[in-house]
């Protein structure tokens, strides 16, 4: 059976990794995977290496092991002819473990024809007798009698347990002349005991050397990588630089030790300052470029303020003059002089952005919000009766730094922006709040309206974004409205966001607070004159109005 993986599906021993908390090794830095490979390439040698000397040792030692057991075993089988002189086995026939030149250890054992034991084993004592004069004598073991019998009498060593009294020994087999056979054994003890000290010190060493390698290793490729940190490094500075706006001096660059052309580092150093040349040079094209038409914007805005100046004064003076005019010279007159108040307004905006971009100061007087909200949400209601408009103000009065006039510009267009593009009967309501641990001012303009499509959200604050791609005054605009807003909320060191969904549009300016608090015992909430039309109830003023008209459902 077959069963096709699912692309992207993680593997089992990926997820066992997730759940360890670990990364996956592609993940590493270079550095890590570096130090990782070469410590891992050495242990894998040294165990290599040590596996190959523990074994050549065993071999060469149980040689030499089987040269000493070939020769006793002939010592053993020469002496027990000797002794029975080719008739039945004796007793005496144990000595063949005493015979000179047997080796401390040695077994001895001898079995008949037929397949058994005639005698207990015996082994060669370690220890020697009473005194040091006398040679060492055998003593007799009890052993599973089953391991010797099975051996064959064929002189050839075979490794044999004989329990846990002597551990295993090296076993060979030898027939007699009356048909019997001697078994001799000796000790792999000492054979044991250096291959597992062997074992025990190249295991020690290279754990040793694994360590030091890796302190090595560490710290020869942390030297080796410094070039490399530092042309990330600045790659990393150079991707934080805000290069998408404004004047940049792109000056950052690869240090010079870091282009060497002849290294890997060196050619990426190299080829990371020429690029950051030609997007030097193409900001600073595109800088020049935005200056001269800042600077044209600025100059034309400029001019075009004193023949609009002029011509709405003659058009107004040709109007209230003595003399009876034709009606539809009347109503042309009319139409002059409200285009040139509408390109008035469009001019003074264009200037104003102008000055903004050219980083121009801001008064930073104290500044009231709560006041400027009134007064501000009065000219909405005069604008608009036909919406329903709403106020909420704090107890206490809520002051920044900034310029009013450009404030009050601000809280005006947000206000317009709801009023133009939402149809009659709308509630629009207009908040004001303090962000006590951010220390900023939060202005918010909310209305119940169809809201802003989804893709015009993301250019609502650029310059001559409009939803209608008409001119027609009565569903379009110029599109500055909200590009001032931004300019001038970011000029005083805020920010302005949007969120709008069906039936609800927020607008939200955070402004820092003024850097002294107000005194305690401040005046109350401040309440909007008789005539406004705005009544305040515990910090919340509404304005109702009958509907009469509506307007676009498409925000600037």
């Known amino acids: 059976m077959t069963a096709a993986r699912t692309a992207g599906a993680p593997t089992p ?17 270079l550095r890590s995977r570096v130090v990782l490979v070469v410590v891992a390439m050495l242990a894998v040698l040294g165990a290599v290496i040590g596996t190959v000397s523990v074994l050549a040792l065993q071999n060469y030692l149980m040689e030499r092991l089987d040269q000493q057991l070939t020769s006793a075993l002939e010592r053993g089988q020469h002496t027990a002819d000797r002794i029975n002189a080719g008739g039945p086995t004796i007793p005496e026939a144990q000595g063949v473990v005493t015979t000179p030149g047997q080796p401390t ?11 058994g034991l005639l005698f207990p084993p015996v082994v060669l004592s370690d220890r020697p007798s009473q005194s040091t004069d006398q040679p060492l004598g055998p003593k007799q ?43 001799i054994g000796l000790p792999l003890s000492e054979v044991n005991a250096t291959i597992q000290q062997l074992t025990l010190v190249i295991v020690l060493v290279t754990l040793a050397g694994l360590v030091f390698a890796f302190l090595i ?102 109007r209230r003059s003595p003399h009876e005019l034709p009606q539809d010279i009347t109503r042309s007159i009319g139409r002059i002089e409200s285009e040139a108040t509408r390109m008035t307004s469009l001019v003074e905006d264009l200037l104003l952005l102008a000055r903004l971009d050219e980083g121009r100061e801001l008064d930073h007087d ?58 009659e009967g709308t509630k629009v309501v207009a908040s004001l709040a303090v962000d006590t641990a951010a220390q900023e001012a939060v202005v918010t303009v909310a209305d119940d309206g169809p809201g802003i499509p989804e893709d015009l959200q993301s250019t609502l604050f650029e310059r001559f974004a409009r939803g209608d791609s008409s001119r027609n005054r009565a569903t379009g605009s110029t599109g500055l409205g909200l590009a001032i807003v931004q300019a001038v909320v970011e000029a005083h060191g ?46 919340t003023s509404e304005m109702d109005s009958d509907p009469a008209e509506t307007d676009g459902a498409v925000r600037e």
């Open 105 to 115: 250890g040695t077994l001895g054992a001898v079995r008949s024809a037929n397949g």
């Open 494 to 539: 805020g920010a302005v966001a949007v969120v709008s969904e069906p039936g609800s549009t927020v607008f939200t300016v955070r402004l820092p607070l003024a850097p002294l608090d107000p005194p305690a015992g401040a005046a109350p909430a401040a309440t909007a004159p008789a005539d406004s039309g705005i009544a305040d109830t515990a910090g």
């Open 13 to 29: 021993g990926r997820e066992r990794v997730r759940r360890l908390g670990l990364r996956p090794f592609r993940s590493w830095t």
């Open 217 to 318: 290793a560490s710290f020869v490729v942390r030297l080796a990588m410094k070039p490399l940190a530092r042309v990330a490094s600045t790659a990393e500075q150079v991707a934080h630089m805000p290069l998408d706006r404004g004047d940049v001096a792109l000056s950052v660059r690869v240090p010079e030790a870091d282009t060497d052309q002849h290294t890997e580092v060196g050619k990426v150093g190299s080829a990371l300052n020429r690029m950051l040349g030609h997007v030097a040079s193409a900001l600073t094209a595109r800088q020049a470029s935005e200056q001269k038409v800042r600077q044209f914007v600025a100059d034309a805005s400029h001019e075009l303020r004193t023949p609009l100046a002029s011509i709405r004064g003659y058009a107004e003076l040709t």
């Open 141 to 183: 073991v009890t052993i599973n009698g089953l391991a010797l019998l099975t051996v064959p009498a064929d002189s050839q060593p075979r490794t044999v347990d004989l329990g846990a009294s002597l551990g295993s020994y090296r076993i060979a087999a030898a027939q007699l002349d009356n048909g019997d056979s001697v078994i």
């Open 366 to 423: 104290p500044v009231d919000l709560s006041l400027l909200l009134i007064d501000a949400l009065s000219d909405a209601h005069a604008a608009g009766p036909d919406h329903t408009w709403s106020l909420h103000l704090p107890e206490e009065p809520v002051e920044v730094s900034g310029d009013a006039p450009r404030l009050h510009q601000v809280v005006m267009n947000l206000l317009a922006n709801a009023r133009v593009h939402t149809p």
